[in-house]
């Protein structure tokens, strides 16, 4: 069982940066794909960015390419993602989620899911 706390949403205007954390139980988190979703209001959840256990292999949504970047520190059982040149429409709860060695940025594959943090993106 693995449980994820995200940390480090709030408000912020356009143009700003903001750092969420996600904390994870696992005791083997290195051998955890690690992604970030998002769900704005009144839309389904996405995918947004994905990190493999070795922190080499990354991918991210088109919308976010350039301006978020995602990372991990396996000593610290802790993945974030930097937001910057933050958007109006980036407005979302953000969920952090693990899923055991596969890669994917299918949501349905991921076992784990912390409790989400809100983000929330003033123009």
């Known amino acids: 069982q693995v449980q994820l706390v995200e940390s480090g949403g709030g408000l912020v205007q356009a143009g700003g940066s903001l750092r969420l954390s996600c904390a994870a139980s696992?005791?083997?988190?290195?051998?955890?794909?690690m992604g970030w979703f998002r769900q704005a209001p009144g839309k389904e959840r996405e995918f947004v960015a994905v990190?493999?256990?070795?922190?080499?292999?990354?991918n991210y949504a088109d919308f976010v390419k350039g301006r978020f970047t995602i990372s991990r520190d396996n000593a610290k059982n802790t993945v974030y993602l930097q937001m910057s040149s933050l958007k109006p429409e980036d407005t979302a709860v953000y969920y952090c989620?693990?899923?055991?060695?596969?890669?994917?940025?299918?949501?349905?594959?991921?076992?784990?899911w912390g409790q989400g943090t809100q983000v929330t993106v003033s123009s």
């Open positions: 989620a693990a899923r055991y060695r596969d890669y994917s940025i299918a949501q349905s594959d991921y076992d784990y």
């Open positions: 696992a005791r083997t988190f290195v051998n955890y794909v």
């Open positions: 990190i493999l256990s070795n922190g080499r292999s990354i």
